[in-house]
Nanobody, 122 residues
Framework: VQLQASGGGLVQAGGSLRLSCAAS????????MAWFRQAPGNGREFVGR????????HYADSVKGRFAISRDNAKNTWYLQMNSLKPEDTAIYYC????????????????WGQGTLVTVSS
């Protein structure tokens, strides 16, 4: 599975962005995925995850109620809708996938996108 993240950019505080993570390869519906982010000088931080069937999502407290993950199996794509963005959301955002089950542990993911930069100005 190859992942291609896109959709990052510069946005003012309070604004919205939607990130996409397009997957190539077979059996897209069998993969769970997660979004992580890394701000300058910080480690990689869990943002949210979605199960392979799309029925369950889980978010970090810092983004709960503002961010939402969804998947479109017809397009082999996951999305991260980010609303009410804050300057502290500024980071490189990475999508990651693993077979069947999702987790908050970055080391458990086998496939990673290249990252897309989100910058939120105050």
């Amino acid at each position: 599975v190859q992942l291609q993240a896109s959709g990052g950019g510069l946005v003012q505080a309070g604004g919205s962005l939607r990130l996409s993570c397009a997957a190539s390869g077979r059996a897209f519906g069998s993969y769970a995925m997660a979004w992580f982010r890394q701000a300058p000088g910080n480690g990689r931080e869990f943002v949210g995850r979605i199960t392979s069937n799309g029925y369950y999502t889980h978010y970090a407290d810092s983004v709960k109620g503002r961010f939402a993950i969804s998947r479109d199996n017809a397009k082999n794509t996951w999305y991260l809708q980010m609303n009410s963005l804050k300057p502290e959301d500024t980071a490189i955002y990475y999508c990651a996938a693993r077979y069947l089950s999702s987790t908050t542990d970055a080391s458990a993911y086998d496939y990673w996108g290249q990252g897309t930069l989100v910058t939120v100005s105050s």
